[in-house]
């Protein structure tokens, strides 16, 4: 173990520096990239008697039910040319992975997923993906957006400007799939911190612009994680939005596909598309039959865009398989049985994984991760409960429940001594970070712990010798998870804090119903981690701009309802408030570093989310035939975890 440890700690320290050297390199300015769109992303020469298909098209096309490949690509000087990591690969084969059913939609859904811009493999910038170019004037306060001539849906009707128009004036700014207007529309000015909604307009079918009235330095990354496809089928959509069919035939509609309303089917079908066979797509690979099924499968998309260097339309599997698994330990059970090819892990899983590695003919590699902790929790700031509510803002409590835990213990139970004995902190080499950070309230004494919560009040005890609130009511911290993978973690977190007189109660939901709950604003604590790269890039988890992260609960919701509802921020939520108008305000990518700073400094000072062990790293796990995956790679959710490696050129080895 010890040889194991010390090889992933060198792998981490390796990646790290690796990462720092990644985010010195600047973003691009407006004028870098007017010149950087001057071509397509992915340029190679495309051999000239045309394009080579899987072998299951080619039967398509010879009898007759599917045109000729050259006729289902973009133009060629539009069509995308991936770049495949190690070799040109083979056609033929399924990626075949576990998942928990229609609620594990993000597990095909990341993976899929072909957003307009894409992150480049650093995470320093993005570059386009749906789009072939762009263009940015001089202030940054004029986009023009080029796509790709002849591209077509996953039904081979064409996929043109008119697509985005119509998802920006008849879904998105009306509001039709659940999801306000994402913060990425709305520039802010400098002088008053007025908020300004883009104007979205068609200059021609493969050419749109967007218009700030104010600077927006960041728009294209801000579009590449809050709205990452920005267009829907027209022609799909015109059949059952409300706006074109009415309201009684949009709910027979609904009810036809399972809905007992129109607003869960809309959510369905605008948002989370891709698991409905019926919705064309862009994506490699495209939903063939019901989510609910006990196997769901995606089939290659045969109008997808994209060619690797020799010509060959991707991708290269045939399938998605994605077999319903009930108990997380089915993941394990299954890989060891060679159930599943490719698929990801928690690196608490790293020992019997790595020593099944040669028996099982698979191979484990380490993707760094941009977490703050491996095992922490958050305090719901704005839970209904007042006692519980006026216990979690009280900065003496999260001081106290965090020296009360002997994070040795944690960091060697729960990580096997690789996530550091630590606070939750912005790790080293990312935007943010702040020196001594970790080491905030970690020292573990429960002296101190007791101290603070009798400072409180909280001095008063039941007959088990558990604290009660100050008006002698139960106090009870319920935690509430959506699956069982930090049992093991949360009893040790249930031992410490009773030792102190916190009574703990653990509760295990769903992953729907634990959506439901954080939306509702009904969880007062649960292990949800922080996981960025750049606060500038995707806020959402440290500024309540919307219900996303338990902590900053409703608060989210006040901002998002422009007031209407939720819980209006008040001290130094306020001022992460304002500090983040000032960076969607700022001219320049140095302002935009400074005010970034300004509110992971108020993280720091407030400690809203509290972590027992550091970042460990994400574990891939890829059958010894499957081609083509990346050693090493930055896992995050603005990269689309693992589609940051661009799945569609993955490969089964013959």
Same mark, same amino acid.
């Given at each position: ?17 690796? &990462? ?97 811009? #894409? ?14 170019? /762009? @263009? ?18 996953? +039904? ?57 009235? /104010? ?6 990354? #801000? ?6 496809? &920005? &267009?829907?089928?027209?022609? &799909? ?23 007992? +309303? ?55 599997? !045939? ?5 319903? $698994?009930? !108990? ?10 060679? +159930?599943?090819?490719?698929? !990801? ?7 019997? *994984? ?33 006692? *519980?509510? %006026? ?19 944690? =960091? ?26 970790? !080491?905030?309230? =970690? ?11 009798? @400072? ?31 049992? %093991? ?6 031992? /410490?804090? @009773? ?43 440290? $500024? ?7 902590? *900053? ?16 921020? @008040? ?84």
């Amino acid at each position: 173990m010890k040889k194991n440890r010390l090889f992933f700690v060198m792998m981490m320290l390796i990646l790290a520096v690796v &990462f720092v050297a990644c985010e010195s390199e600047s973003d691009p300015k407006p004028s870098s990239a007017v010149q950087a769109s001057k071509a397509p992303v992915a340029s190679a020469t495309v051999k000239a008697d045309g394009y080579n298909e899987a072998p299951m098209l080619t039967k398509l096309v010879g009898s007759g039910s599917l045109k000729p490949v050259t006729e289902r690509m973009p133009v060629k000087e539009d069509i995308m040319v991936e770049k495949t990591l190690d070799e040109i690969g083979k056609y033929g084969g399924d990626w075949k992975m576990p998942w928990g059913g229609p609620n594990d939609r993000w597990a095909v859904g990341q993976p899929t997923e072909e957003a307009l811009f #894409r992150f480049n493999k650093d995470g320093s910038t993005v570059e386009p993906n749906v789009a072939k170019g /762009y @263009e940015v004037n001089k202030d940054s306060t004029e986009f023009t957006i080029h796509l790709r001539k002849g591209m077509k849906w996953s +039904d081979g009707v064409p996929f043109t400007a008119d697509d985005v128009i119509f998802y920006w004036e008849h879904m998105l700014t009306k509001e039709t799939f659940g999801k306000k207007i994402y913060d990425a529309y709305y520039s802010v000015d400098p002088v008053t911190g007025e908020k300004a909604l883009a104007q979205v307009t068609k200059v021609d079918d493969y050419t749109f612009k967007v218009v700030h009235k /104010y600077p927006s330095v960041q728009f294209l990354e #801000r579009v590449a994680i809050d709205n990452k496809w &920005f &267009f829907a089928p027209a022609h &799909f959509q015109k059949t059952i939005l409300p706006e074109f069919v009415g309201d009684a035939k949009a709910l027979e509609i609904a009810k036809q596909w399972g809905f007992a +309303d129109v607003k869960s089917f809309l959510v369905a079908t605008g948002y989370y598309y891709w698991v409905n066979p019926q919705i064309p797509t862009l994506r490699a690979w495209v939903a063939k039959n019901d989510p609910n099924s006990d196997q769901f499968i995606m089939e290659r998309n045969p109008y997808f865009w994209k060619v690797d260097s020799a010509g060959n339309q991707l991708p290269y599997m !045939d399938r998605i398989v994605a077999t319903k $698994v009930q !108990d997380p330990a089915q993941r394990i059970l299954g890989t060891l049985a060679g +159930d599943y090819n490719l698929l !990801d892990f928690d690196f608490k899983d790293f020992t019997v *994984l790595k020593e099944n590695e040669k028996k099982a003919g698979f191979r484990v590699m380490p993707w760094t991760t941009p977490t703050w902790s491996s095992a922490g929790l958050q305090f719901n700031q704005t839970i209904a409960d007042p006692n *519980l509510r %006026k216990l979690f803002q009280d900065i003496r409590f999260r001081e106290a429940v965090s020296v009360a835990v002997d994070r040795k213990e944690i =960091s060697e139970i729960i990580t096997n001594g690789l996530g550091a004995p630590q606070q939750a902190a912005v790790p080293e080499g990312l935007v943010g970070y702040q020196k001594g950070w970790a !080491d905030q309230w =970690s020292k573990f004494d429960q002296s101190r712990a007791n101290q603070l919560l009798d @400072e409180i009040g909280l001095t008063k005890r039941d007959k088990n010798n558990f604290r009660l609130n100050a008006d002698g009511s139960d106090l009870t911290v319920t935690i509430i998870e959506p699956s069982t993978n930090s049992a %093991k973690f949360l009893e040790l977190i249930k031992k /410490y804090y @009773e030792q102190v007189g916190i009574k703990v109660d653990l509760k295990v939901v769903d992953q729907g119903t634990h959506n439901d709950l954080k939306y509702a604003n009904k969880i007062p604590a649960t292990t949800e981690n922080i996981s960025l790269v750049n606060v500038a890039f995707r806020p959402d988890t440290l $500024v309540p701009l919307r219900v996303l992260t338990p902590w *900053l609960g409703n608060y989210g919701l006040y901002t998002s309802s422009n007031g209407k509802d939720g819980v209006k921020p @008040e001290g130094d939520v306020a001022l992460i408030m304002d500090y983040w108008n000032k960076v969607k305000s700022s001219t320049s990518k140095e302002e935009i570093t400074k005010w970034s700073n300004e509110i992971i400094k108020l993280h720091q000072k407030n400690q809203w989310i509290i972590g027992y062990a550091g970042p460990t790293p994400k574990l891939i796990v890829a059958s010894n035939k499957m081609g083509n995956v990346p050693k090493d790679l930055v896992y995050a959710d603005e990269f689309r975890s693992m589609g940051h490696a661009h799945p569609s050129q993955f490969f089964i080895k013959q």
